[in-house]
């Protein structure tokens, strides 16, 4: 959004402006501010005309000006209803040298997960992809997609739900032990099982040295109901009604629910944690631990060529993860599909 029309939405969220004070502050004509108003109001923004002059009656519910509006994170957002994938979308920015665009979507038609799977992606999710242009070695990289888990993982904990973070990157919901409908029987923590709130897949180019860009794409799952996602997933839908149910499933028939959470607030929320986060790389670690499932855990890790079976003992500061196994011993693994075993 250009900064003349920030001002105006500014201006007249405290009450209404004449078109000629507006014109007067900004230093710019009247017909320029008439023609800025009417782009907002196209942009999906309710601004009315009264005696007083303009006033704003409504910001858009969920797209790209909506999200920048009272945005305290330095991105522009590129908002479509439906796109084949946003990761694809964001490689197509990078080689136009586009930097700190996050590519967000109501639905994608060929979401990606990660080892190649495919990642459903309905109506009503929070798919979104951060493109940014660190200076820093492809060594740190695993970093932004840590500072990604905490972020989504915080900002689910605002919405108020318990999200917690599996190695290397699924926020995930612990599930208490009489609630095991609808989580993978394997997937088991100390605490009772888990279901997937959302994912992560970081895609980047560049050389030995430097990072040419970096495209993180965050899968969450807001606002459907959970039989619109694999086994073992939930939704931030679900799992607020779970809340207001007492922790009891009760399905809900309703396209949207009063459950749903107001996706605007959630996204500009995710995007100022992650922000903070890539700002100070030093925290990212910390910070993770503080909300993993994963340390303390029998786990079992799949690599591309072994599996990996025994109690996850710490994260790397570049997020590897050190674990006891059974065979081995001590073995670090960098990146892998980890599941939670049940203690032998
Ligand atoms: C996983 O397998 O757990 C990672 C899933 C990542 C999905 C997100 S949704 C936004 C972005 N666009 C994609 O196509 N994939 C990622």
């Not at 180019?205 to 996602?229: C, K, M, P, Y």
């Not at 499933?249 to 995710?270: A, I, K, T």
């Amino acid at each position: 959004m250009n900064d003349t029309r920030r001002s105006i939405l500014e201006s007249l969220a405290d009450g209404p402006v004449s078109g000629p004070t507006l014109a007067d502050s900004l230093d710019v004509s009247r017909a320029a501010v008439w023609k800025h108003v009417e782009g907002l109001r196209e942009d999906g923004f309710e601004i009315e005309s009264g005696p007083d002059g303009y006033s704003l009656a409504g910001i858009p519910a969920y797209n790209g000006p909506a999200i920048e509006y009272g945005l305290e994170a330095p991105f522009s957002v590129e908002y479509h209803e439906s796109i084949a994938s946003t990761n694809a979308r964001a490689r197509e920015l990078a080689a136009d040298g586009r930097s700190d665009v996050a590519v967000l979507a109501d639905e994608q038609t060929g979401g990606k997960g990660r080892l190649d799977r495919e990642w459903s992606s309905p109506s009503g999710g929070i798919w979104v992809s951060i493109l940014c242009r660190p200076r820093v070695p492809p060594a740190r990289a695993p970093l932004y997609t840590l500072a990604a888990a905490v972020a989504t993982a915080r900002t689910a904990r605002e919405a108020g739900i318990d999200a917690r973070i599996k190695w290397p990157n699924d926020v995930v919901v612990p599930v208490a032990g009489d609630d095991l409908e609808g989580a993978d029987d394997e997937q088991v923590s100390g605490d009772g099982s888990y279901r997937k709130l959302s994912g992560i897949l970081t895609e980047m180019e560049g050389e030995t040295d430097r990072i040419q860009w970096l495209a993180v794409g965050i899968g969450i799952n807001a606002n459907f109901d959970a039989s619109e996602v694999p086994a073992g997933s939930t939704t931030l839908r679900e799992e607020r009604r779970r809340r207001a149910n007492g922790g009891r499933h009760e399905n809900g028939n309703e396209n949207e629910s009063h459950e749903d959470v107001d996706r605007r607030l959630f996204v500009q929320r995710l995007l100022e944690e992650f922000h903070t986060l890539r700002t100070d790389l030093e925290r990212v670690v910390p910070a993770w631990r503080e909300l993993t499932l994963t340390i303390g855990q029998r786990v079992r890790v799949e690599l591309p060529d072994e599996t990996v079976v025994g109690e996850a003992l710490e994260i790397t500061e570049y997020g590897g993860l050190v674990v006891d196994d059974d065979d081995a011993g001590r073995i670090m693994v960098s990146a892998g599909d980890c599941t939670h075993l049940r203690p032998v």
